[in-house]
């Protein structure tokens, strides 16, 4: 796809890639999502989305089908599976229902995760606390929202509780 091409800014991706597609709020597509590079999409979307690539959902993104993908940065909703082959980013609008498997996962605060979340990849994964709404059948975290992966957030006036996973 190469509908657009554009470098994204402020969306938390390091990796300096371009956006090749884009499907705007107020568009509705059924079927089947496969492309190269960073797709954003502001519309309804039903149908099944894979690539090695990166997804981002704006604010008014809705995703009912399951998504197999290289990275996520979410501030839709999404009604199915997710699977990131490296990174999910819940941004606060974010609403995720459905199992969730992805090596790093950072949650902020408003964003929701209702299903299961599983942690792959090498190593021990770190959970992290921060300070969100998260209903999971996640163990050992009471906390409120959680962000894993290796990295700790930023803000120093958070709370935050580590708990290592093994």
């Known amino acids: 796809m190469g509908f657009f091409r554009k470098k994204l800014s402020g969306t938390g991706d ?8 884009f499907l705007g709020a107020g568009t509705e597509y059924s079927g089947s999502l496969d492309f190269v590079g960073t797709v954003r999409i502001d519309g309804i979307f039903n149908g099944e989305i894979a690539s090695e690539g990166t ?7 809705v995703i009912r ?7 996520l940065i979410s501030n839709g909703q999404i009604y199915g599976n997710v699977t990131a082959e490296e990174r999910v ?14 090596k790093a996962l950072v949650v902020e605060e408003g964003a929701t995760i209702e299903g299961d979340v ?7 994964s770190t ?8 209903k ?12 894993f992966g290796e990295e700790e957030p930023k803000d120093e006036k958070t709370d935050v509780e580590k708990i290592e996973m093994g």
């Open 14 to 21: 390091r990796s300096g890639s371009e956006l090749n597609a």
């Open 65 to 71: 089908g399951d998504i197999n993908i290289g990275g």
């Open 118 to 124: 599983e942690m792959h990849g090498s190593g021990s």
């Open 55 to 61: 997804l981002v959902l704006g604010k008014d993104a």
């Open 89 to 102: 980013v819940l941004q606060k609008h974010a609403v995720l229902e459905g199992s969730l498997h992805t």
């Open 136 to 147: 999971s059948s996640l163990p050992g975290a009471d906390a409120d929202a959680v962000a």
């Open 127 to 134: 959970l992290t606390a921060v300070d969100a709404t998260m």
